[in-house]
């Protein structure tokens, strides 16, 4: 997800499961969670926030379909028509000796097509600098954020003070 | 509810199992098209190391899962101490066969043939590791010292539930126990396949026949467990057992899957590769004369579960994973069909064809005489399933007995706590 040119409050906690209360609180009270960042993925937290089931496997399984045909039907191609050769005095098309081979295709497609996919998704890439929110966010402390113009600014501090929140921050990213 | 009953129904439906596999097998003797009963004994090896070998990989994986500190089977590894308590049960056929095989009831093994050791220059060469001495007393150590451990872990798991406390001196114990069957188990169950099936075929060998075997007992015993853990939940018993523990079997269902396909295709290419003749017997036989066999079992333990599987929630789901588990159990079994038969009807037809003993060079004739569909060796007939629901009626006889006769849940197991809470 990318965030530009945005007031962002957000609330610093020391523990994932002081996290995971706060964020049933705000559920409750409706509040419009911007996003959660963690260190670590935290247990039971995609389906407080509903988020949606990642779609990233289905394209990874297209790559995977891609590449393993590619690579059989390359091979026979090659090994039927362009450039017969005999191995071992075994027949042109030898299905067995191609499939260690098309695993092995199917398996780069389907990293690299999710890679790139996952990359590009996500707006990341060579050259790109991404707007952080809090250097500790990739250490201990965990957060929950809320874009500044949607919500009142008293209703959050009285959240994060009801909730435990160590400490709370305003950013324009 | 943590104490299992066993209903008066499913007491009689097992039972009605058991004497429709008696009938079976009863009947397999008269029906068989040879003298030797090869339909009879095929039938009585192949289920019986079937079942064993699930009841002796369940006990091989409680060994893994304590030395490897895991937490999340704990809720329900009662079903698996179940599991392996059938062990005794096959024990007693395998020995039957055994003695058979020593006083020449029976004409299963070629290198039990008196006259093909003489002859026979690879069976001859092979004496040494593959005779009746060695099949039964080899066999008999072997078994005597996996039901030793099947006893103890049992034994140390009731007595950790009845008392238990945080000194978890119990579960220490069991973890010395279970770290020394690991590399016991590993040899030893190498040493029993290649006795009990892989000498079926005689001039064969596979270094890799063991892993693979092990892997089809593998999934099978997972299948079974699922299929067991949702029908005792259908029932009411064991609630804390959730869609994610569910998930991790599924999960296991599916990897293992794919590493029995990842064996059978090593064990396959290599030999079809290299092209040598005492290797490609094995699976020429088998693709040339049992087609259906050879190609249906990659299907039906491959194709079918990688693709239904492969999704997140299908593995959780119990219907989806219900019908997977049965079809691959089944799958698997007629895995170890396809290993077991063809070569002991090539050794009765070898054996018949010349009066009891010729040189191996004789053997086109007989490969040749395979080629004719044989009821009850050719595909499964309907005395095989009968035979099969025998025996699954059997363990599962065993497995629900050795579950009413201890708690569901071992209370007092230190990784209780976590198996409740175990999140995917």
């Known amino acids: ?173 | 509810m943590n104490q299992y009953i066993m209903p008066g129904s499913q007491r009689t439906l097992l039972f009605s199992g058991m004497a429709l596999g008696l009938l079976c097998l009863v009947l397999s003797w008269f029906v068989g098209a040879d003298e030797f009963h090869t339909r009879f004994w095929t039938n009585l090896l192949h289920n019986t190391v079937f079942f064993t070998g699930i009841s002796f990989i369940a006990l091989f994986f409680i060994c893994v899962c304590i030395t490897a500190w895991a937490g999340w089977y704990t809720l329900f590894k009662r079903v698996w101490e179940a599991f392996s308590l059938f062990m005794i049960f096959g024990f007693i056929i395998m020995i039957i066969i055994g003695i058979g095989n020593y006083l020449g009831y029976h004409h299963l093994y070629h290198w039990n043939d008196p006259a093909s050791i003489e002859t026979d220059k690879i069976i001859n060469h092979k004496s040494g590791f593959l005779n009746k001495g060695v099949y039964l007393f080899g066999g008999l150590f072997v078994m005597a010292v996996w039901y030793l451990f099947a006893r103890k872990l049992r034994s140390l798991s009731l007595a950790e539930g009845r008392d238990g406390d945080a000194s978890f001196s119990y579960h220490h114990t069991a973890r010395v126990w279970a770290a020394a069957f690991l590399p016991f188990a590993g040899f030893s169950s190498a040493f029993i396949i290649w006795q009990w099936v892989m000498s079926l075929d005689a001039h064969w060998y596979s270094t890799m026949f063991a892993w693979y075997s092990g892997a089809s007992w593998f999934v099978s015993m997972i299948c079974l467990t699922l299929l067991v853990l949702i029908y005792l939940k259908s029932k009411g018993y064991y609630e804390q057992v959730t869609g994610e523990h569910i998930h991790d079997l599924g999960k296991f269902l599916f990897a293992f899957s794919i590493f029995w396909t990842y064996l059978w295709f090593s064990q396959f290419m290599l030999i079809w590769y290299a092209n040598i003749g005492e290797e490609t017997v094995y699976f020429r036989h088998r693709m040339d004369n049992y087609p259906v066999l050879f190609y249906g079992n990659l299907l039906i333990n491959f194709v079918f579960p990688f693709f239904v599987l492969m999704r997140n929630d299908t593995k959780r789901k119990f219907g989806s994973v219900g019908i997977v588990a049965t079809i691959v159990l089944f799958g698997h079994w007629w895995d170890y069909f396809l290993m077991i038969k063809p070569g002991a009807l090539h050794t009765a037809h070898e054996l018949m064809g010349a009066g009891h003993g010729h040189g191996h060079d004789d053997a086109h004739g007989a490969v040749e005489h395979a080629a004719h569909f044989v009821s009850g060796f050719t595909l499964p007939g309907l005395i095989e399933i009968g035979v099969f629901i025998g025996f699954l009626s059997a363990f599962l006889y065993v497995v629900y007995n050795r579950l009413a006769s201890a708690p569901l849940v071992s209370e007092r197991d230190p990784y209780l706590a976590e198996s409740i809470h175990h999140h995917v």
């Open chain 1, 1 to 173: 997800m990318t965030i530009r040119d945005k007031k962002v409050i957000y609330g610093l906690y020391n523990d994932e499961q002081d996290l995971l209360k706060a964020v049933k609180v705000a559920k409750g009270a409706h509040m419009d969670i911007l996003d959660v960042f963690s260190p670590f993925p935290v247990h039971g937290l995609d389906p407080l926030l509903e988020l949606e089931e990642s779609r990233l496997h289905i394209a990874g399984f297209i790559y995977g379909m891609i590449g393993a045909l590619t690579a059989f039907l390359g091979m026979t191609w090659i090994f039927t028509k362009d450039w017969p050769i005999i191995f071992g005095g075994k027949p042109y098309w030898s299905v067995p000796a191609f499939i260690p081979i098309t695993f092995e295709t199917m398996v780069l497609f389907a990293s690299i097509g999710m890679v790139v996919t996952f990359y590009t998704v996500c707006g990341l890439g060579p050259g790109v600098t991404n707007p952080t929110l809090d250097d500790r966010l990739t250490d201990d402390k965990f957060a929950i954020a809320f874009d500044a113009s949607h919500v009142d600014a008293g209703d959050v501090e009285s959240f994060f003070a009801k909730t435990g929140a160590a400490e709370v921050n305003t950013k324009i990213l």
